[in-house]
Each structure stands twice: as structure tokens, then as C-alpha cells.
């Protein structure tokens, strides 16, 4: 007799080392792929258009790689989860569903009241961790509690058991039931009719082939001078993976057991520092999902019960010039234009922005982390939540609130040339580099000279940079000795 398993592509848009798509074709006869839209189970966070572009285009690659490699045809739905589930298990008689867990909130709750619901209709349901080392609760501190320090969960995770990081490719096995109403990737509408995305088409490759493309690409060309250029944002030094790990085209067990592979052929220090600061950064995504896992109010809320109270502000007008790389703050304005050109963020001007938007104007950290999540190709909940939290002093091991990242210091220390400035801004490409960080300082002839006119080809300063740091700062003291606080003062 045969048997038919239905597998559930989420986050874990691959074929290679899928644990769940690799159970079930070693368990079952028949499978039947499976890509469920249900924007509306994600509680309030479905994905913005520039992720949902890059989705479709995933989704395309996935149904290309499932045909030409084993034959199947992705099965397309959209709409409530279970109830799709319950319609595909009818017209193939499937007895089991597999799939690889989420961690988000709203999905972890929608997960467990699917998989009880398939288990009283009879079937076997049945989840696997295939986007992360080690799920959240198999990693905790020595009181058995979650942890909430990155340092102390860091030493944790280089002790845990090595993993056989090896990449399964599944057999093949064909489809042999047909199934009704599949939809064409197309058909979900997540591309709108505006020509906005263009811009992205000649950018960016989605898919398990470019994400290992682009690994092997980091491998081979910038890993070695990761430590040194990974704050840089001229700089191609970094990784540039975070978008195919947020839709699993390539997992973090991939990754390692490239890394691992690194570590037993190097012996030069040089090289050791460099994978070992590269895979830092991976465990650091690990702790996002952690914190997000056990501490799921924090996608909303603060971490720090304390900044509950804290005095932020909501002025619209202001978010928008901060929105539209218009503050008068050269860094800070080339960050928000290289977001809004390519989808992404140079990981030092994302803490940069952050922090102008939280300190420097006042604004609530979520205000920000809904832009970001609106705007970035590589929006993903965990990592989003940890980073504006983490700037804003009120998530788990966070920096201080007292400290604000200068966006002029900043510059001068990782792009003292102004490459980026210049690349992203390019009205004031002809400054020279003295004033690159400050136009508002250069003279009127340097100016006149640079082609710089201020308040016509580029804004002035929405804020004094040192004004608007003591009034934070006043703020936060004001704040932490309880005092009742004008606010207007501070930010007028």
C-alpha cells in the first residue's frame, strides 16, 4: 500500500539539508510539496513588499529545483493554513504532514493547534528544527532558565556536541497523485503592479543556488578580512547571507560545516580569527531566535520592564525625513538611501541609524523596527527585535541607554574617505573630506565650490547632533530619578 506524506515549505525554501523534506522521503512512497501564503497568521508582522518580492522569486527557483530534481510539482495555496492542509489531504488520501518550526509567536501558536488538529483526524504530524543549531529550550543556563546575556549563551553554545553539519540531499521520489486547484507562484499576488522593485531585479538572485553561490563567494574572497572591514560600509566585507537564511535557501548547518571544514585546514591564527568572528555573528542570530522563543512580548514590548514608562515620542513628520534619508546627517542619510535602493543595510549604519532615530530625535524603537521590517529585504523578527531593542537599552543585554553612536565619529573611524557618503549620496560626492560628515561646517566657498547648496540639494540638519545628545541624555536622567519631565523642552 502506498503512503503519501504532505511536506510544508515555510521558512526553508531548499532542498539540501532539510531535515523535515528528508524525513519525509526516507518515510514515505509518495510526497507532496507544499506552499501555504497565510499572511494573515503572522500576527500583525506579514512580510513587507521588498521581502515578499524576493519570495516570489524564491518560490519560482524552489518549484524549478523541485521538478528538474525529483520530478514534484510544488503545490501552491493560499488562505487559512489548516484549512488548505485539511483540502490537499483530501484529494491525495496523505496520511502524515511534515514541516521545519518557526519561531515567531503567532506561528508557534498557530503551529500547535495544526498539528492537534491533524492528529484528530488521524494523521501523523510531525515538526523538525531546520533554521537553527539548536532549538531555543535545548539551550539554557545552569538554573535550567533561558538565558539573557549573549557572552554567557555564547560559551554555552561552543561547548554543546558537534553536530554532523553534513548537507542530505533527499532521493528521488515522483509524484504520483495529481492534485486540483494548484495556483501559480503568480497567482499570490505578492509582486504589486508598480514598478518599485525593478530596481532590485538586476541586484539580487534568490534562491539555493545563489545562496550558495553567494556563501562560497564570501568564503573565498572576504572571510580572511572579516574582523578587520565588517564595520566598514564601503566595504563588501561581509557575509550578505542574512537574506537567504531568513528564507532558508541555505541553512545555519551549512554554513558551519563550511567553517568547521575552514578550521581543520587553516592554522594561521589570522584565519582562525576570522571564521571564529564569522561564526560569532551566526550564534548571535541563534540568541535572537532564543530570546524571541522565550520572551515572545518583546516583539512589541519592552525586554526591560523598566523602559515600560520610558518617555518616547511620536512625530510623524520627523520619521518621515528619517524614512526618506532627509535629516541633514550625511551618514544617517546614506544608511536610509541605501535601504530604500537595494533593500538592505551595512549592519554599522543600521546600529547608527537606529540610534539617531532613539536618541537624537526621540522616537520609539518600534517606530523603527516597523520601517525596517516594512523595507529590508532580510526583515526577520528575531533579529530586527534583538537589534532595535538592543539600541533602544531596553532588550536583553542591550547597551546602555547613555549610549549614543555619533554619526560623525562613526564616519570619520570606518569610512574616513566618505566612499559611502559619496556612493550613496552623491550631491555631496565634491566635498572634500574634512566636511563629508559635516556640510553644515564647510564655509560658504567650499561649498559654493563642492556644488553643495544646504536647504536646496541637501538638507540642513533637522537636529544639533550635541543638542539633541544632552537632551537625551537629560532625558534618561531625568527619567531614571523618576522626576515628572517636560518633554517639549528636550525636544523643541
Request: charged share 25%.
Given at each position: 500500500?502506498?503512503?503519501?506524506?504532505?511536506?510544508?515549505?515555510?521558512?526553508d525554501?531548499?532542498?539540501?539539508?532539510?531535515?523535515?523534506?528528508?524525513?519525509?522521503?526516507?518515510?514515505?512512497?509518495?510526497?507532496?510539496?507544499?506552499?501555504?501564503?497565510?499572511?494573515?497568521?503572522?500576527?500583525g508582522?506579514?512580510?513587507?513588499?521588498?521581502?515578499?518580492?524576493?519570495?516570489?522569486?524564491?518560490?519560482k527557483?524552489?518549484?524549478?529545483?523541485?521538478?528538474?530534481?525529483?520530478?514534484?510539482?510544488?503545490?501552491i495555496?493560499?488562505?487559512?493554513a489548516?484549512?488548505?492542509?485539511?483540502?490537499?489531504?483530501?484529494?491525495?488520501?496523505a496520511?502524515?504532514?511534515?514541516?521545519?518550526?518557526?519561531?515567531?509567536?503567532?506561528?508557534?501558536?498557530?503551529?500547535?493547534?495544526?498539528?492537534s488538529?491533524?492528529?484528530?483526524?488521524?494523521?501523523?504530524?510531525?515538526?523538525?528544527?531546520?533554521?537553527?543549531?539548536?532549538?531555543?529550550?535545548?539551550?539554557?543556563?545552569?538554573?535550567?532558565?533561558?538565558?539573557?546575556?549573549?557572552?554567557?549563551?555564547?560559551?554555552?553554545?561552543?561547548?554543546?556536541?558537534?553536530?554532523?553539519?553534513?548537507?542530505?540531499?533527499?532521493?528521488?521520489?515522483?509524484?504520483?497523485?495529481?492534485?486540483?486547484?494548484?495556483?501559480n507562484?503568480?497567482?499570490?499576488?505578492?509582486?504589486?503592479?508598480?514598478?518599485?522593485?525593478k530596481?532590485?531585479?538586476?541586484?539580487?538572485e534568490?534562491?539555493?543556488?545563489?545562496?550558495?553561490?553567494?556563501?562560497?563567494?564570501?568564503?573565498?574572497?572576504?572571510?580572511?578580512?572579516?574582523?578587520?572591514?565588517?564595520?566598514?560600509?564601503?566595504?563588501?566585507?561581509?557575509?550578505?547571507?542574512?537574506?537567504?537564511?531568513?528564507?532558508?535557501?541555505?541553512?545555519v548547518?551549512?554554513?558551519?560545516?563550511v567553517?568547521?571544514?575552514?578550521?581543520l585546514?587553516?592554522?594561521?591564527?589570522?584565519?582562525?580569527?576570522?571564521i571564529?568572528?564569522?561564526?560569532?555573528?551566526?550564534?548571535?542570530?541563534?540568541?535572537?531566535h532564543?530570546?524571541?522563543?522565550?520572551f515572545?512580548?518583546?516583539?512589541?514590548?519592552?525586554?526591560?520592564?523598566?523602559y515600560?514608562?520610558?518617555?518616547?515620542?511620536?512625530?510623524?513628520?520627523i520619521?518621515?525625513?528619517w524614512?526618506?534619508?532627509?535629516?541633514?546627517?550625511?551618514?544617517?542619510?546614506?544608511?536610509?538611501?541605501?535601504?530604500?535602493?537595494?533593500?538592505?543595510m551595512?549592519?554599522?549604519?543600521?546600529?547608527?541609524?537606529?540610534?539617531?532615530?532613539?536618541?537624537?530625535?526621540?522616537?520609539?524603537?518600534?517606530?523603527?523596527?516597523?520601517?525596517?521590517?516594512?523595507t529590508?529585504?532580510?526583515?526577520?523578527?528575531?533579529?530586527?527585535?534583538?537589534?532595535?531593542?538592543?539600541?533602544a537599552?531596553?532588550?536583553?543585554?542591550?547597551?546602555?541607554?547613555?549610549?549614543?553612536?555619533?554619526p560623525?565619529?562613526?564616519?570619520?573611524?570606518?569610512?574616513?574617505?566618505?566612499?559611502?557618503?559619496?556612493?550613496?549620496?552623491?550631491?555631496?560626492?565634491?566635498?572634500?573630506?574634512?566636511y563629508?560628515?559635516?556640510?553644515?561646517?564647510?564655509?560658504?566657498?567650499?561649498?559654493?565650490?563642492?556644488?553643495?547648496?544646504?536647504?536646496?540639494?541637501?538638507?540642513?540638519?533637522?537636529?544639533?547632533?550635541?543638542?539633541?545628545?544632552?537632551?537625551?541624555?537629560?532625558?534618561?536622567?531625568?527619567?531614571?530619578?523618576?522626576?515628572?519631565?517636560?518633554?517639549?523642552?528636550?525636544v523643541?
Amino acid at each position: 500500500m502506498t503512503s503519501t506524506a504532505i511536506f510544508w515549505f515555510r521558512q526553508d525554501l531548499r532542498l539540501v539539508d532539510n531535515p523535515a523534506l528528508n524525513a519525509a522521503f526516507e518515510q514515505h512512497d509518495c510526497i507532496i510539496p507544499v506552499y501555504l501564503h497565510t499572511p494573515n497568521d503572522e500576527g500583525g508582522w506579514s512580510a513587507g513588499e521588498p521581502s515578499l518580492w524576493w519570495l516570489e522569486r524564491s518560490l519560482k527557483a524552489l518549484k524549478k529545483a523541485l521538478k528538474n530534481r525529483h520530478d514534484l510539482l510544488l503545490q501552491i495555496r493560499k488562505g487559512d493554513a489548516f484549512t488548505e492542509l485539511e483540502k490537499i489531504i483530501h484529494e491525495s488520501d496523505a496520511d502524515a504532514v511534515f514541516w521545519n518550526r518557526q519561531y515567531e509567536p503567532a506561528i508557534v501558536k498557530r503551529d500547535e493547534k495544526i498539528k492537534s488538529k491533524l492528529k484528530v483526524i488521524g494523521l501523523y504530524a510531525k515538526s523538525y528544527n531546520g533554521n537553527l543549531l539548536w532549538d531555543p529550550w535545548q539551550i539554557e543556563n545552569k538554573s535550567g532558565e533561558p538565558y539573557k546575556v549573549f557572552t554567557a549563551f555564547h560559551k554555552n553554545y561552543l561547548t554543546q556536541p558537534q553536530q554532523d553539519y553534513r548537507a542530505i540531499v533527499s532521493a528521488k521520489k515522483p509524484l504520483t497523485k495529481g492534485l486540483k486547484n494548484n495556483l501559480n507562484v503568480s497567482d499570490l499576488g505578492l509582486v504589486s503592479s508598480h514598478p518599485w522593485h525593478k530596481k532590485l531585479n538586476g541586484l539580487w538572485e534568490p534562491g539555493e543556488a545563489s545562496a550558495q553561490d553567494q556563501l562560497n563567494r564570501f568564503i573565498t574572497s572576504y572571510l580572511v578580512k572579516y574582523p578587520e572591514e565588517r564595520d566598514e560600509p564601503a566595504k563588501n566585507a561581509t557575509s550578505i547571507l542574512s537574506i537567504h537564511l531568513h528564507f532558508g535557501e541555505i541553512s545555519v548547518r551549512q554554513i558551519f560545516a563550511v567553517t568547521q571544514d575552514l578550521k581543520l585546514q587553516h592554522t594561521n591564527d589570522v584565519n582562525l580569527m576570522a571564521i571564529e568572528a564569522f561564526e560569532r555573528q551566526l550564534i548571535w542570530r541563534e540568541f535572537a531566535h532564543h530570546l524571541m522563543f522565550h520572551f515572545p512580548h518583546t516583539i512589541e514590548q519592552v525586554f526591560n520592564p523598566k523602559y515600560s514608562n520610558f518617555p518616547w515620542q511620536d512625530d510623524p513628520e520627523i520619521q518621515k525625513l528619517w524614512q526618506q534619508g532627509e535629516t541633514g546627517i550625511p551618514l544617517v542619510d546614506a544608511g536610509m538611501k541605501e535601504l530604500w535602493a537595494t533593500g538592505i543595510m551595512h549592519n554599522r549604519a543600521r546600529m547608527i541609524v537606529a540610534s539617531f532615530l532613539i536618541k537624537n530625535l526621540g522616537q520609539h524603537w518600534l517606530t523603527g523596527a516597523r520601517w525596517f521590517w516594512d523595507t529590508l529585504l532580510d526583515a526577520d523578527l528575531a533579529n530586527n527585535t534583538m537589534g532595535w531593542q538592543w539600541v533602544a537599552g531596553s532588550g536583553a543585554d542591550a547597551a546602555p541607554y547613555y549610549r549614543i553612536f555619533s554619526p560623525v565619529r562613526q564616519g570619520e573611524r570606518f569610512d574616513p574617505q566618505g566612499e559611502y557618503i559619496r556612493r550613496w549620496l552623491p550631491e555631496l560626492s565634491g566635498l572634500p573630506d574634512r566636511y563629508i560628515y559635516t556640510p553644515w561646517m564647510a564655509t560658504a566657498d567650499i561649498l559654493a565650490d563642492s556644488g553643495v547648496k544646504l536647504a536646496e540639494n541637501y538638507p540642513r540638519p533637522i537636529v544639533d547632533l550635541a543638542d539633541s545628545r544632552k537632551a537625551a541624555l537629560d532625558i534618561y536622567k531625568a527619567w531614571k530619578r523618576n522626576q515628572t519631565i517636560n518633554i517639549k523642552k528636550y525636544v523643541e
